[in-house]
T-cell receptor, first 116, second 113 residues
Framework: GAVVSQHPSRVICKSGTSVKIECRSL??????MFWYRQFPKQSLMLMAT?????????EQGVEKDKFLINHASLTLSTLTVTSAHPEDSSFYIC????????????FGEGSWLTVV | QKEVEQDPGPLSVPEGAIVSLNCTYS??????FMWYRQYSRKGPELLMY????GNKEDGRFTAQVDKSSKYISLFIRDSQPSDSATYLC?????????????FGQGTILTVHP
């Protein structure tokens, strides 16, 4: 079964509103999680690194005031897309590294965001 | 030049064929090499994970890493229609940035009956 859970799987919102996406590690603690964005027929692009108890680290070109990341506990990171616009419509995916299981990295199921 | 290059395909093969997927990279700091399978509108599923150079086999899948050539491969034997998906190579430098993956563009594979 999934070790990283993401919710919601699909969301439609109106332009100008905010949307929150949750990423949970189900049976392990994740001090670090990662958020990616994937546009249709393109690969995954890292947006930011979510750090438990501290500020997220954003990749170059990603607006930190638009994509708010909160990692308030060892099992939950949230991504909030603020003042969403149609160009923010994309597939958002989180991941978490699991140490002690062969050092693997698991991904959530992803969240499809459509801004209308 | 992108850090990781992957032929996007698409690749179409008959059922039972051996499939070869490849990626090249330029960052010599990469230590961990992964292959993910992604079905349409789903999150990536980890297929193979290797550390440093060498081969690793798991069922019908074999992953190869050649760090001297900065080249990795995934072989799928006896391919099945259910293998039809996008295959993504991913790489990690480890250390303090462990878990921060750089992906290839993905190869779209279709296995037809």
């Amino acid at each position: 079964g999934a070790v990283v859970s993401q919710h919601p799987s699909r969301v439609i919102c109106k332009s100008g509103t905010s949307v929150k996406i949750e990423c949970r590690s189900l049976d392990f603690q994740a001090t670090t999680m990662f958020w990616y964005r994937q546009f249709p027929k393109q690969s995954l692009m890292l947006m930011a690194t979510s750090n438990e108890g501290s500020k997220a680290t954003y990749e170059q070109g990603v607006e930190k005031d638009k994509f708010l990341i909160n990692h308030a506990s060892l099992t939950l990171s949230t991504l909030t897309v603020t003042s969403a616009h149609p160009e923010d419509s994309s597939f958002y995916i989180c991941s978490a590294p699991v140490h002690g299981r062969g050092n693997t990295i698991y991904f959530g199921e992803g969240s499809w965001l459509t801004v209308v | 030049q992108k850090e990781v290059e992957q032929d996007p395909g698409p690749l179409s093969v008959p059922e039972g064929a051996i499939v070869s997927l490849n990626c090249t990279y330029s960052n010599s700091a990469f230590q961990y090499f992964m292959w993910y399978r992604q079905y349409s509108r789903k999150g990536p599923e980890l297929l193979m994970y290797t550390y440093s150079s060498g081969n690793k086999e798991d069922g019908r899948f074999t992953a190869q890493v050649d760090k001297s050539s900065k080249y990795i491969s995934l072989f799928i034997r006896d391919s099945q229609p259910s293998d039809s998906a996008t295959y993504l190579c991913a790489m990690d430098a480890g250390g303090t940035s462990y878990g921060k993956l750089t992906f290839g563009q993905g190869t779209i594979l279709t296995v037809h009956p």
